[in-house]
């Protein structure tokens, strides 16, 4: 993807909040404008987060890790100057996704515990709310998810995963071949 100065990222699971956290750090890195936007069904409380020592581990001040979860839900919350969040409490699957999304974390629980989120159905929702060269990536390398993500229209790459995990899946949108 050509280097965009302002990009949009889509993240499936909130969760603890790690994914948004790293991103945050590494926006401010490369000097890179994020509006982040995380869809979650079932947020956890702020302090419960609070309690994971990610930014003890990480060697970040604990307030800008509560700052992503303080941040009100279903609305854009300027985090920094750079980096604006959403967080949505809802389902994904009837979700309203934001346009123009450039990088899609798909990080929800495994396809055999959800494998109604890892279809072809909601690849394709994705695909169609992302911007062309737009980039998917996910921790599951099934074949499953490969079939649904190539049948979605995506091209789809297996790469080496982070460490502990043998693969990881990025999937391309590419309109213009
Ligand atoms: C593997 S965890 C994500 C971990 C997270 N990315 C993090 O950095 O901690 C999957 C998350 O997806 C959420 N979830 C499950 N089904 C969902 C759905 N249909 N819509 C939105 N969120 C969902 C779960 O509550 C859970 O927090």
């Not at 790690?18 to 947020?43: F, G, H, I, K, S």
């Not at 919350?77 to 899609?104: M, S, Y």
Request: hydrophobic share 45%; charged share 25%; net charge negative.
């Amino acid at each position: 993807m050509a280097h965009k100065s302002h990009i949009t990222i889509f993240e499936m699971g909130f969760g603890t909040g790690l994914n948004a956290l790293l991103t945050l750090l590494q926006a401010e890195q490369m000097a890179q404008n994020v509006d982040y936007y995380a869809v979650e069904l079932y947020p956890i409380p702020a302090e419960e987060a609070c309690k994971a020592n990610f930014s003890e581990q990480l060697g970040v001040a604990v307030d800008r890790f509560r700052s992503l979860h303080s941040a009100e839900w279903d609305k854009a919350v300027a985090i920094d100057n750079r980096f604006t969040l959403t967080k949505i409490q809802g389902d994904l699957v009837n979700l309203e996704l934001p346009l123009g999304i450039d990088l899609v974390y798909f990080d929800a629980f495994d396809p055999e515990a959800q494998p109604e989120l890892w279809s072809e159905t909601i690849f394709k929702k994705l695909y169609e709310a992302m911007s062309n060269e737009g980039v998917l990536v996910t921790y599951s390398s099934k074949g499953i998810v490969k079939q649904a993500l190539r049948a979605a229209g995506f091209f789809v790459q297996r790469l080496s995963g982070p460490p502990g995990k043998r693969h990881m899946v990025r999937a391309i949108k590419r309109e213009h071949e």
